[in-house]
């Protein structure tokens, strides 16, 4: 499937966990095979590309037809040993050749349309970012020439059904899965991949506007905010165990308030990187209480006077703060 470089295992707690590839890899395969397969007009079963970070992925094809000036290819999604709700789904691309001279690239079934600003791509697009968009247009200029046109149509029958088990539809990306992938492969429980998706939806809540955000931990902290407190959940996002590096990215990102509404228990064990709690993401607790600390006073001294961040140090502190009663 690849060279020894993807092959290498990723250890997690003294397992050893496979990598996988991205959509966008799957995305550019099966475009650059569909395009040989039209340039060649015959069916090819295997396609080799060379990802964004170097990797050389040989890969499947799977249901491959070509009739006249057109090719179709897929490539089925394996996202190795992560939690990945992709993992398994067909991405299809069409390729259609013409005189334009230059390469069109369209979103089909199942392919999400962004709705907000903030992501990089412009609204009404398809869900294709950057790094794929240029894989993939590269991949069928070099299978069809300088010259020649094509339409490139990237399609997955399966889209819409699983991207509700995605961030797709928080971050306005409406009808289907994304084409994402800035490396091409996919690294098992990538805690940058984690903190990069959360800060994401910062980034689209600060384009559309917004200056004040609430940080919670999770969907408890999220679905009290929402039911008991009457807080817009637009305003809502969530930090997971990435307290200093969610408050940093706020401020980074210009808000001018930033709240944190949760569990105090939560709140302090995430600062404090209790070790001996007995999660698997423990270790993503983002530093000491000396580190959190030190990350949220930095935050309040780099905004201006309406960005504040504001430490309790006991649970009926901030649940006096809170106008809650504290429980006994």
């Not at 980034?203 to 506007?209: L, V």
């Not at 990435?242 to 990215?249: A, D, P, T």
């Not at 423990?282 to 935050?299: H, I, L, V």
Request: aromatic share 4%; with cysteine.
């Amino acid at each position: 499937m690849s060279d020894q470089t993807f092959d290498a295992p990723v250890w997690h707690h003294g397992k050893a966990l496979r990598k996988g590839y991205t959509t966008g890899s799957c995305a550019t395969a099966a475009a650059k095979v569909a395009a040989l397969m039209v340039m060649r007009q015959h069916l090819i079963h295997q396609v080799s590309i060379v990802t964004p970070s170097g990797v050389t992925l040989c890969l499947n094809v799977e249901s491959p037809h070509v009739e006249g000036q057109q090719a179709v290819a897929a490539i089925r999604k394996d996202g190795g040993d992560d939690v990945d709700a992709t993992h398994g789904m067909l991405i299809f691309a069409r390729v259609t050749l013409n005189d334009s001279g230059e390469i069109s690239l369209q979103g089909g079934e199942g392919i999400g349309t962004v709705t907000r600003k903030g992501i990089g791509l412009p609204t009404g697009s398809p869900a294709i970012n950057r790094t794929p968009r240029h894989t993939i247009e590269t991949a069928v200029r070099e299978a069809i020439g300088p010259t020649r046109g094509a339409q490139v149509e990237i399609f997955a029958p399966e889209g819409a059904l699983r991207a509700q088990k995605t961030y797709n539809a928080r971050l306005g990306i409406l009808g289907g899965i994304s084409i994402i992938g800035t490396t091409g492969i996919v690294t098992p429980m990538s805690e940058e991949s984690w903190k990069r998706s959360l800060s994401l939806e910062l980034e689209i809540k600060r384009a559309a506007g917004l200056e004040r955000v609430v940080l919670v931990p999770g969907n408890h902290g999220e679905r009290f905010v929402r039911e008991q407190m009457g807080i817009d959940p637009q305003m809502v996002v969530t930090m997971s165990n990435f307290v200093g590096y969610m408050i940093e990215e706020a401020v980074r990102l210009g808000f001018r308030q930033i709240v944190l509404i949760g569990h105090p228990g939560k709140l302090i064990k995430n600062r404090r990187r209790d070790l001996s709690y007995p999660q698997p993401y423990r270790r993503c607790a983002d530093g000491n209480s000396r580190r959190s600390s030190g990350a949220a006073w930095r935050a309040a001294a780099a905004a201006d006077a309406g960005q504040r961040v504001r430490h309790y140090r006991s649970g009926n502190g901030a649940y006096r703060r809170l106008g809650i009663p504290a429980p006994l």
